[in-house]
Structures are given as structure tokens and as C-alpha cells.
């Protein structure tokens, strides 16, 4: 019998992420306060980011592309260990350390293992969209926002620890010029990477900055 990890869900899903062997459940569930309705929601999304691109390391691995390759892999070592692949986690810090050495021998080695990992979760999740077929609908602003709006906005999805966080997060960039875009990309990057607690860190410093207060 499985622990109770939160009453956010049916029995069905339950179920459905206990059959998930790629991830450490219980874990992945306390990071989230054993809320498995947006548990389920971030490992749908993540299938459905990358399922058709099934191993974006290999491409800059093939064109010998170290730098990118050490990028890619250290974006994948922030997504499994939100939501705790192991593996996945494990073999992307090996993977990122070995293209900062530019070890091509180590990344002889440790491309395929990677990429084995990273199928090994798709698969894994696969169960989860069969289950539930439509893509979720974006979040619409209502009506024109103002940046103050738009902030809220993301603070309250991050609050929630809400999947749809990166909708409100592209409301409030279309606000800004470019310059300010940039000085939200960490901001947006641990948006993507479902670290709702530096996001909201992050979204509190700039909204200080810019005089604005978060409700």
C-alpha cells in the first residue's frame, strides 16, 4: 500500500505515477507538497516537450558542439532533479562536467547513457498522456494587463506551484522591451525548470526593483 501523499488527486492517478519507475515518488511529492495533480501535470509537460525531440545533447554532441552540449545537460539535471529522476540527474552532472573538460571520451561514454535515461522517463510518462489525451488550454490574460497585472499573475501560479506559470510568465515578458527581457532570464529559466520557489524569489527581487508589490 502506497502512502498518502496529498489528497490533490483521484485514485486513478495515483495509480498512474505509482507505475512512473523513472522517478523517486516520494521525493518528487514532498518537493511539491505532496500536491500529485500538479506532479502529474509537470511530468506531461516534460513528455511533451521533448518527446518528439527525444535527445536534444545528441545533436550538439554530433557537431562536437562541447559548450552546448554542457548547457544542455545542465538544463536536464534542474528538471530531473525537480521532479527526482535519479538516473537522469545523476548522468547529467556526469555529462555537463565531462563537455567542460571537453573529455570526448567520457562523452563517448556517457551521450548514449544519457539518452537511454532520458527515453527511459519519456516511456515512463507516456502512461500519463495516454490517460489524458488533450493538451491543456494556455492560460488567457483577461483582457489587456498591465506588467503590475502580469506579475501577480505569475506570483499567484508560482504560489500554486501551478504548471501553467509558464504561461503567465510569457504575459508578462510580451509586456517588456528586450533589455528587460533579458534581465528576467533566470527568472524565466527556473520558470521552465518548475523551480517555483527560486522563480518566486527571483519574480519578488526584480518586482522590488521596478517598484512594484506582489499580491
Request: some cysteine; overall charge negative; hydrophobic content about 35%.
Amino acid at each position: 500500500t502506497s502512502a498518502d501523499h496529498g489528497q490533490s488527486s483521484n485514485k486513478g492517478e495515483d495509480q498512474l505515477l505509482e507505475q512512473i519507475e523513472a522517478i523517486d515518488l516520494t521525493e518528487a511529492l514532498n518537493r511539491l507538497r505532496g500536491n500529485k495533480t500538479a506532479l502529474s501535470k509537470i511530468l506531461q509537460s516534460f513528455y511533451r516537450q521533448y518527446d518528439k525531440d527525444r535527445h536534444p545533447p545528441q545533436k550538439a554532441y554530433d557537431a562536437k558542439n562541447w559548450p552546448q552540449v554542457g548547457e544542455l545537460a545542465h538544463q536536464f539535471k534542474g528538471l530531473a532533479g525537480n521532479i527526482s529522476a535519479h538516473r537522469l540527474y545523476e548522468l547529467s552532472g556526469e555529462l555537463q562536467h565531462a563537455a567542460k573538460a571537453e573529455d570526448q571520451t567520457k562523452l563517448d561514454k556517457l551521450i548514449p547513457l544519457h539518452g537511454q535515461a532520458l527515453n527511459h522517463l519519456l516511456d515512463s510518462c507516456r502512461i500519463l498522456i495516454e490517460e489524458n489525451p488533450q493538451p491543456r488550454e494556455p492560460l488567457q490574460a483577461d483582457g489587456p494587463q498591465t506588467v503590475q497585472q502580469a506579475c501577480n499573475q505569475l506570483h499567484q501560479a508560482l504560489i500554486e506551484r501551478n504548471i501553467r506559470a509558464g504561461d503567465a510568465m510569457n504575459h508578462l515578458l510580451a509586456l517588456l522591451d528586450q533589455a528587460q527581457q533579458q534581465n528576467l532570464q533566470s527568472l524565466q529559466s527556473a520558470v521552465e525548470n518548475f523551480e517555483f520557489d527560486t522563480a518566486r524569489e527571483l519574480l519578488k527581487n526584480w518586482a522590488n526593483l521596478q517598484g512594484l508589490n506582489l499580491s
